[in-house]
Each structure stands twice: as structure tokens, then as C-alpha cells.
């Protein structure tokens, strides 16, 4: 339902250009859940901000996008705000900055009904039936109260039920339990599933925590670097001849397959600048695996079997 192809974001600054995202595609069917993985400047959450044209207001964006039959230039604010943000949601980590805090909860979630041509009585009652839906008690005083009245994962079921009250064909979770803590985690999650089995909505859920991922999605698209770099079935995800970064990534999750892992902190050096411009694979400074003609220009990214996609050319080796 959802393509991207060869997205990317890069920001002009006085230090030079930073290349937050180098080449990102990837494809959402309907219903599916796929998770962005990758470390803190991988380019995961750049890559889904600027889908709904969340990006820096001086950043360069470009690529093919395409959801649901409809071509959108990505690079045309107009176009994305008209295409893809009135389809897409995005749930942030951070609940408190995310809600104005000078408004009652009620009004931000009339606001999005209110966009929508939903006014009045039916609006406040389809509200408080979204409350209701993401597990909100006591509805009425919730919708009188402000933000920081509510508890961090209160809030958090609000811009749930924000995100869902514009009926999304996708919704995006940008690391949406990072700022909550164990137990209200596991609700969150409970929540966005739930969520995700009834109303059949696609799932993009930005994560560097393996074990989430491998918990709620179908699909991985792991990131490094600004570029995808693995494209690869949950299923698939501890198995085979897996990247050498997604490797890494699962030694952050012992109880996957420790085994095979190999350890983040054994491999030398630390994640690229966004600055840097690579002459070879992005990852070789870092790769166990690498040999001389990985340095000899980008790999790019192919089918190594079927449904898994690797940027790695020792990917598809016989044994
Ligand atoms: S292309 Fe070479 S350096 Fe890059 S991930 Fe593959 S083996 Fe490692």
C-alpha cells in the first residue's frame, strides 16, 4: 500500500551538508507492521518524519513515494500534507512536549475532528468513544483536564486516540514506550496491537530495541548510516546469512539468538558522522566481515533470497 523508494533527507548547515538520509526504500502492505531499526542517527525517525513532511523547514528531500495508488512528490509540502499526512499518523515518544500543554485534552482531540468536518455534540461523543477505545478511564474529567494532569502513559493513550481519530491508513510509532517506564510499556504495546488487529491500519514502528520489534512487527527494515541496509522478515531476522549490522543489533537482544550474535561493543570504531561521505559500504569501518573490495564503491541493495533484501556484496556468498 505504502512505497518509498529512494528517499532522502539531507540538512545545509554551516558545518557542511548533513546527510540524514541517504537512500531509504522500503514498502508497507496493508495491515502489515514493519519495524525501523537502528541506532540513535541511523536516520530511522528522519526517514518517517519527512513522509509527512515533518522534516527541518530548510532540509532537501527527495524520492518516489507512493501510497495507496496516489504518486506523491515528496519534495512538495502541499502534496505530502495533502496525500500523505491526512493518511498517515504518527505517534511521538515523547507525550508531554507532543500535547500543547496550555489546552484541555478535549480540545486537541476535537481539533482533528474538527479538520475532518466533525463538530459539536458528535464530535465530543466520538471522542470520549476514543478514550474510551485506548483505555482511558473517567472519560468526561479527562476531556476538562490538561496534559500534566494525566500520567506519562495516560497521555500517551491520548496521542493514541489523536493519532486514530484522523482514521489513518498507517500509523507511525516513533519509539512510542521509550519515555515510559516497564509496566506501562507493556500496555502501550498491548494498546498499539490491539489497535493494529482490530482496524487493520499498516504499523511503522521506529524502535532500536530488537525485542520490541521482533514482539509486534512483521517485517525489519534496519537502517544504518542514513541507508537501508536490511530488508528482512521477522521470522528471518535471528537466521542466516544476516548483515553483519543487523547482526550487531541482536547482540543488544541476548535472548534472540545469542549464539550467533556478535557483539556491538566487539566491533571497532563508532557510528558515522552524518557528514561523512562514503566511498564503499557505510559499514565498513566497523564490519568483521570486510574485505578490500568492499571499500570500492556503495553496495547497493538486492534480493539475497527471497523477501530479504542486504547493502552488503559478501551477502549471497555460497558457504
Ligand atoms: S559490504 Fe563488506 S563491509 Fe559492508 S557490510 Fe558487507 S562485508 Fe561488511
Redesign the pocket.
Given at each position: 500500500m505504502l512505497s518509498v523508494d529512494d528517499l532522502r533527507v539531507t540538512i545545509p548547515t554551516r558545518r557542511g551538508e548533513v546527510y540524514a538520509v541517504r537512500d531509504a526504500s522500503f514498502t508497507v502492505a496493508q495491515g502489515e507492521k514493519v519495524a525501523i531499526l537502528g541506532e540513535s542517527g541511523s536516520g530511522k525517525s528522519m526517514t518517517v518524519t519527512s513522509l509527512i513532511g515533518l522534516q527541518p523547514p530548510n532540509a532537501v528531500v527527495s524520492g518516489r513515494v507512493n501510497l495507496d495508488g496516489v504518486e506523491v512528490d515528496i519534495s512538495n509540502r502541499t502534496a505530502v500534507r495533502r496525500h500523505l499526512l491526512s493518511d498517515m499518523s504518527i505517534v511521538f515518544q515523547d507525550s508531554q512536549s507532543s500535547l500543547n500543554p496550555t489546552q484541555r485534552i478535549g480540545e486537541q482531540l476535537e481539533e482533528v475532528l474538527e479538520v475532518r468536518g466533525v463538530s459539536g455534540r458528535r464530535a465530543w461523543e466520538r471522542c470520549l468513544e476514543m478514550l474510551k477505545f485506548v483505555g482511558v478511564s473517567e472519560q468526561e474529567r479527562r476531556m476538562r483536564n490538561y496534559p500534566h494532569e494525566l500520567s506519562g502513559g495516560m497521555r500517551q493513550r491520548v496521542m493514541i486516540a489523536i493519532a486514530l481519530l484522523a482514521e489513518p491508513k498507517v500509523l507511525i510509532a516513533d519509539e512510542p514506550t521509550t519515555a515510559l517506564d516497564t509496566t506501562i510499556q507493556a500496555q502501550v504495546i498491548d494498546l498499539i496491537q490491539r489497535i493494529q488487529a482490530e482496524t487493520e491500519m499498516s504499523l511503522i514502528m521506529i524502535t532500536h530495541d530488537v525485542a520490541l520489534a521482533a514482539e509486534v512487527c512483521d517485517r525489519a527494515v534496519v537502517m544504518y548510516g542514513g541507508y537501508v541496509v536490511e530488508d528482512v522478515p521477522m521470522s528471518m531476522l535471528t537466521g542466516g546469512d544476516r548483515?553483519?549490522?543487523t547482526k550487531a543489533l541482536l547482540s543488544a537482544m541476548p535472548t534472540l539468538d545469542a549464539e550467533r550474535a556478535v557483539a556491538l561493543t566487539s566491533i571497532k570504531g563508532e557510528p558515522p558522522s552524518a557528514t561523512t561521505r562514503f566511498a564503499g559500504?557505510p559499514?565498513?569501518e566497523r564490519?568483521y566481515?570486510?574485505?578490500n573490495d568492499?571499500r570500492e564503491g556503495l553496495?547497493a541493495i538486492r534480493e539475497i533470497r527471497p523477501r530479504v533484501h542486504a547493502r552488503?556484496?559478501?551477502r549471497g556468498e555460497e558457504p
Open positions: 548483515h553483519p549490522y559500504c559499514f565498513a564490519c566481515e570486510v574485505i568492499c553496495p552488503c556484496i559478501r
